[in-house]
């Protein structure tokens, strides 16, 4: 299964989703993709590929390890790529994606979740914010309201209000609620 999402000046593509995963859960984090198009030619592209292969993480030096309190993950890198490296609260290995150097290649390497390519494609949210960082662009964790034709984003840590504020924005200042939870913002 191949498709094209697109999210104001990029273009994620997708390809070779295990044939038994009949449908799509976009990633909730990668909300504003759900408009799906054709390929733009002058739009940035960023590619999601399934091709399972073999992986050896000696061949690569560890940039870092993060544990969030729930798994860990790890970013290795060697010449020509990156190996980002996901593992459940036990320590085990369940996915593996291999990163271009730009940031424009993902490839799912290995999947030991049995989600049929669901979870890994979920978790592609997690690479694009760093993605969008080489195209003058971030991801902010927080609410995008619409008040007076123009943009505001309220972000703070999680559970400090920030849906509450923007529910008082929507309802005694007619606000508009686009995204509650990541905006994307470019530099212009």
Not at 85 to 114: G, H
Not at 151 to 171: E, L, N, P, Q, V
């Amino acid at each position: 299964m191949n498709i094209s999402l697109s999210m104001g000046d990029f273009i994620l593509h997708i390809e070779g989703m295990p044939k038994d995963n009949n449908y799509i859960t976009y990633p909730w984090k990668l909300d504003a993709f759900k408009t799906r198009n054709y390929i733009i030619e002058d739009k940035e592209c960023f590619l999601f590929k399934y091709e399972y292969k073999d992986y050896n993480l000696n061949d690569y030096i560890e940039v870092f390890i993060r544990y969030d309190g729930f798994c860990e993950y790890s970013l290795f890198e060697n010449s020509q790529n990156y190996l980002w490296v996901k593992k459940d609260c036990e320590k085990k290995i369940i996915l593996v994606f291999e990163i271009s150097k730009d940031w424009k290649k993902c490839l799912v390497v290995a999947d030991y979740t049995k989600t049929n390519g669901r979870y890994a494609f979920e978790y592609y949210a997690r690479f694009f914010q760093n993605a969008v960082l080489k195209f003058y662009s971030i991801v902010f964790h927080g609410v995008l309201l619409e008040y007076d034709n123009k943009g505001i984003i309220i972000t703070a840590s999680s559970g400090t209000g920030k849906t509450t504020h923007a529910r008082m924005w929507r309802d005694y200042e007619r606000a508009i609620i686009i995204n509650g939870d990541c905006s994307l913002c470019q530099k212009s």
